[in-house]
T-cell receptor, first 111, second 116 residues
Framework: EADIYQTPRYLVIGTGKKITLECSQTMGHDKMYWYQQDPGMELHLIHYSYGVNSTEKGDLSSESTVSRIRTEHFPLTLESARPSHTSQYLC??????????FGSGTRLTVV | SQQGEEDPQALSIQEGENATMNCSYKTSINNLQWYRQNSGRGLVHLILIRSNEREKHSGRLRVTLDTSKKSSSLLITASRAADTASYFCATAGPRSGGDAGNKLTFGGGTRVLVKP
């Protein structure tokens, strides 16, 4: 039973389209993260937030943007999708002293 | 570049056997965590070990940490088919302060296949 929800689960979209991947958590965690993962590969941090109105870029350069207007909500937006954005996007949240809780991920395919 | 590197990359064992995988990292850490990922899904947190701890147990899981060698191991005892998954180590660096709320750097994972 996930306390962090990602939608959509799968998305196939054409090149140039704008998309928003949704991530919401019900645990009241102040810290939230977006990771990108290609199949069978390591996770790369692309964005993180330590609280409302606080967002930072991660270690992997990404053309996506994020916002954190509410504690529970951390959406990721791609203004113009490209085939190179095809990947799995994983959202996670954490609270001090505990590990991350991950959502089930959004598998994005840009055609 | 990867902070953590798992070894082996893949492991195939029979049900009931033990599975051991290792993680090496490069820089000082605040804590090291292990996660499990079933195919195509999100990751599930398994265990966290702090830099001042040497060993930790959780059910059939045993984690060791050797900060002098910058390495950790995860042992799964009496494996089951349901343990088939990829296992990732992740490190939290010290400069962010605090505990597991730090951003984590993940390794490439070990793919474990447990045959019934």
């Amino acid at each position: 039973e996930a306390d962090i929800y990602q939608t959509p689960r799968y998305l196939v979209i054409g090149t140039g389209k704008k998309i928003t991947l949704e991530c919401s958590q019900t645990m009241g965690h102040d810290k939230m993260y977006w990771y990108q993962q290609d199949p069978g590969m390591e996770l790369h941090l692309i964005h993180y937030s330590y609280g409302v109105n606080s967002t930072e870029k991660g270690d992997l350069s990404s053309e996506s943007t994020v916002s954190r207007i509410r504690t529970e909500h951390f959406p990721l937006t791609l203004e113009s999708a490209r085939p190179s954005h095809t990947s799995q996007y994983l959202c996670a949240s954490s609270s001090l002293g505990y590990g991350y809780t991950f959502g089930s991920g959004t598998r994005l395919t840009v055609v | 570049s990867q902070q953590g590197e798992e070894d082996p990359q893949a492991l195939s064992i029979q049900e009931g056997e033990n599975a051991t995988m290792n993680c090496s990292y490069k820089t000082s850490i605040n804590n090291l965590q292990w996660y499990r990922q079933n195919s195509g899904r999100g990751l599930v947190h398994l265990i966290l070990i702090r830099s001042n701890e040497r060993e930790k147990h959780s059910g059939r899981l045993r984690v060791t940490l050797d900060t002098s060698k910058k390495s950790s191991s995860l042992l799964i005892t009496a494996s089951r088919a349901a343990d088939t998954a990829s296992y990732f180590c992740a490190t939290a660096g010290p400069r962010s302060g605090g505990d597991a709320g730090n951003k984590l750097t993940f390794g490439g994972g070990t793919r474990v296949l447990v045959k019934p």
